[in-house]
T-cell receptor, first 116, second 112 residues
């Protein structure tokens, strides 16, 4: 069975603080894909990153960075020097399974509030 | 601009009514998906389609129906058999398996 767990329901930080959002996944497949999406108050999900199971390199994009560790089945997301505009719900998602159809299994989401 | 358009943004349904949510994409994507989001929960897959005239049930398909007559369109009907339809519905599309999905702005359905 595939599963994604985001244990942090809500996180509140003050602007300019660094914050890490945790994501733990479960799958028996050797080939799988991990994603992070941002959901601002408008409701639309915005794609942030995709990582396949064979690429464990960490990635940095501006203030965003991702740490993928297969040994702990984790794909954590860090925002450096947070800003008020980062306030949103963040979802981690997994795509795997034989005959992979591209459907996503989502975690429950982490609501991030960045206070000025 | 390329993207996914969902309509309406807000929809109210009376008990016993069927309602249809529209989803159109001009990204030339083969695959399309419908997800349901409940407060404080992640998204759950209702139906998906990888090619025209073909679609598959997701994890919570009961009480819903879809069609895929055109590549660009994937409407979702919420039938009276869906006992708890109040939720936020998101449509998505992707170019191929394992590529990122792009989402519409969602339809918020409320039963009155």
């Amino acid at each position: 069975a595939q599963k994604v767990t985001q244990a942090q329901t809500e996180i509140s930080v003050v602007e300019k603080e660094d914050v890490t959002l945790d994501c733990v996944y479960e799958t028996r497949d050797t080939t799988y894909y991990l994603f992070w999406y941002k959901q601002p108050p408008s409701g639309e999900l915005v794609f942030l990153i995709r990582r396949n199971s064979f690429d464990e390199q960490n990635e940095i994009s501006g203030r965003y960075s991702w740490n993928f560790q297969k040994s702990t089945s984790s794909f954590n997301f860090t925002i450096t020097a947070s800003q008020v505009v980062d306030s949103a719900v963040y979802f981690c998602a997994l795509s795997s399974g034989s005959g992979n159809t591209g459907k996503l299994i989502f975690g429950q989401g982490t609501t991030l509030q960045v206070k000025p | 601009d390329g993207g996914i358009t969902q309509s309406p943004k807000y929809l109210f349904r009376k008990e016993g009514q069927n309602v249809t949510l529209s989803c159109e994409q001009n990204l030339n994507h083969d695959a399309m998906y419908w997800y349901r989001q409940d407060p404080g929960q992640g998204l759950r897959l209702i139906y998906y389609s990888q090619i025209v005239n073909d679609f598959q049930k997701g994890d919570i398909a009961e009480g819903y129906s879809v069609s895929r007559e055109k590549k660009e369109s994937f409407p979702l009907t919420v039938t009276s058999a869906q006992k708890n339809p109040t939720a936020f519905y998101l449509c998505a599309s992707s170019m191929a398996r394992n590529t990122e999905a792009f989402f519409g702005q969602g339809t918020r359905l409320t039963v009155v």
